[in-house]
């Protein structure tokens, strides 16, 4: 990486859109990690938006400071990084014609990528734990902020070392801990929560369906992406299944996420057959998530697409015949509820 950066005075950090805590947070410590060891200033730029009430939390309780990536003239920077993607990804907005100085990732490798520093590790749970491991082998002592941001990003892309994880994610964990804010973690873990993520969950639950030991929904339209990630891990917590499947609409752009219980299911290369030839994905054994560009498509196109995703995925998943899907929760003959608008005090 010091080769890469050799005379470089300032860096641009560019993690995926919509970035999740484990970008963020690797984000954040490259930027100290650059700024200690080769004395280069650097800025985290933000495309898309920072949604999921955590993530809001993380940056707010850690104060992380984004550049919107629409005030970004890349022609001015020799020197990029990205983070947490990698180029022609379809998640990221770096420009065609732009080669990064670093590519730091976690992903499967993407054939013929360019860059002057690369580090893909598949084999890696979480991004956050390969920069954990740059800084000590450099013999940084980072400080707590940077800590808790680490092991938070670690601990969220593998659902508490439960998924994905490896023996590196757990060593990196383990290293970070004693220097975590607890309580400022605790902050970051149990947010408020707005009206707008209880209108999802309610529109999660009256359209799922199920079938066998699947589960799935669709959102319709949502004010931010990472609903979909967050929805689709809720429902594979439903007792017998072992797969989940989550579809909302964004900014002209149809959202696929997918989750499963089975550690060698490979669930990226999954979804990116069942996308191949619509959009991008990518992920990994337990995770995977995908995109659609919609422009231009009405709501019956988007009805359609859905319905040929959701069609694909149980192909994909092995189901050849003609299958019925059964409404997840009919009403609940022996819970009428109150009559709204009725008083309660006699």
Not at 76 to 99: E, M, R
Not at 162 to 186: I, M, N, Y
Request: aromatic share 8%.
């Amino acid at each position: 990486m010091e080769k890469a950066l050799n005379g470089c005075k300032r860096l641009l950090i560019l993690p995926h859109n919509n970035p999740d805590p484990d970008a963020i947070c690797s984000s954040l410590a490259l930027k100290y990690l650059v700024k200690e060891k080769l004395g280069v200033r650097s800025q985290i730029v933000l495309a898309g938006i920072i949604g999921r009430a955590e993530n809001q939390a993380l940056v707010r309780e850690l104060k992380i400071k984004f550049t919107p990536v629409n005030q970004i003239d890349f022609k001015a920077y020799k020197h990029i990084a990205l983070v947490d993607t990698q180029p022609g990804f379809g998640n990221n907005s770096l420009p065609k014609h732009c080669i990064p100085s670093i590519v730091i990732d976690h992903h499967p490798l993407k054939r013929s990528i360019k860059g002057s520093f690369i580090d893909v590790r598949p084999h890696y749970g979480a991004n956050a734990t390969i920069i954990t491991e740059y800084l000590m082998e450099n013999e940084l002592k980072p400080p707590p902020r940077i800590c808790t941001a680490l092991s938070f990003g670690i601990s969220s892309e593998t659902e508490d070392l439960g998924r994905d994880a490896t023996p590196h994610d757990v060593t990196a964990f383990v290293q970070l801990f004693p220097k975590v804010a607890l309580k400022t973690l605790s902050r970051i873990k149990n947010p408020s929560l707005s009206n707008e993520y209880y209108y999802n969950l309610d529109s999660a639950l009256h359209n799922a369906f199920v079938y066998k030991h699947v589960i799935g929904t669709t959102l319709g339209w949502v004010n931010q992406p990472d609903v979909v990630s967050q929805i689709a891990d809720m429902l594979l917590k439903k007792e017998r299944t072992s797969w989940s499947i989550c579809l909302a609409r964004y900014d002209s752009r149809l959202f696929v996420s997918i989750r499963t219980q089975n550690r060698k299911a490979k669930a990226g290369k999954l979804l990116r057959k069942i996308l191949a030839g619509r959009g991008s994905a990518g992920g990994h054994d337990m995770i995977a998530g995908g995109q659609v560009n919609c422009s231009g498509q009405d709501e019956a196109g988007y009805t359609k697409l859905e319905q040929e995703i959701i069609s694909r995925f149980f192909k994909a998943l092995g189901f050849k015949q003609e299958i019925q899907l059964r409404k997840f929760l009919p009403p609940n003959p022996k819970n009428s509820g109150l009559v709204m608008g009725e008083s309660i005090f006699s």
